[in-house]
């Protein structure tokens, strides 16, 4: 399953269709097909002229990450418990600590801290053996990482279970039933997971972090950008996996 979204993940890069239609340009040309090597060299050429402009990347980032918004434990009702679903910890090499965690796993525990100081109300974070060293259970290493940001560990729930947000949620449900929950997940992430509570039946405000687009609507040119590929790839990534979602898992 890990290889299969590997190949897919490189097949929907904006890089990768950009790169396919130059090789197919140049073998229609081999072939003697000139016009139509000409019009697949432009597509191939504009395809990576528009996906790598930051504009283009908000446009398309904006649905998912802008459809509702909350910034502050004021914005949020009461509820039983903050829910942290499993971002990514790498368990190769021979890295520090902080180095081995994900920019979205520590974004979203570190705003799980500060909402159960603020809230007076545990953290339940989930998580199973998906990461490259099965024998490592995600949700552990994050309730390790909680603790060294101070979260006592009464405060911290740990189910080890999950590889995916569908079977996260209902490793989740299966704990506890019914639940309300403030969920903290990244901003292009949060539709289909409250998709995938509310298909459970579980409460949940949804808090944003680890934001890829500025959320600026208004046109601009800019040069072309690493990031702004990286970050449509994201957008087309999360639009397939909402699709799959109400086609085959719903």
Not at 123 to 151: C, N, R
Request: hydrophobic share 40%; aromatic share 10%; net charge neutral.
């Amino acid at each position: 399953m890990d290889f299969l979204k590997q190949i897919i993940l490189l097949l929907i890069s904006p890089l990768t269709i950009s790169v396919l239609l130059i090789l197919m340009s140049y073998a229609f040309k081999r072939a003697n097909y000139l016009n139509t090597g000409k019009k697949t060299l432009l597509m191939g050429v504009l395809v990576l002229m528009v996906c790598s402009q930051p504009w283009v990347a908000n446009v398309l980032l904006y649905p998912l990450e802008y459809n509702s918004k909350r910034y502050h434990s004021s914005d949020l009702t009461r509820s039983d418990a903050i829910f942290v679903p499993a971002c990514y910890y790498q368990t190769q090499y021979d890295l520090p600590e902080v180095s081995r965690w994900h920019e979205c796993s520590i974004q979203r525990l570190i705003q799980a801290k500060i909402f159960s100081d603020e809230l007076k109300i545990p953290i339940i974070v989930t998580g199973g053996s998906f990461l490259a060293d099965k024998d490592v259970k995600y949700s552990e290493k994050a309730k390790q990482f909680l603790e060294t940001l101070g979260v006592t560990p009464d405060k911290v729930i740990s189910i080890p279970e999950g590889t995916d947000s569908l079977s996260e949620v209902e490793a989740l449900k299966t704990r506890f039933g019914h639940i309300t929950l403030v969920t903290i997940t990244s901003a292009t992430h949060q539709y289909r997971l409250a998709q995938i509570l509310k298909n459970a039946d579980i409460s949940s405000e949804i808090f944003q972090v680890d934001f890829q687009s500025s959320g600026e609507l208004n046109p601009f040119l800019s040069l072309p950008s690493i990031l702004a590929l990286e970050r449509t790839r994201r957008a087309i990534y999360e639009y397939l996996a909402i699709v799959k979602y109400h086609v085959l898992e719903k």
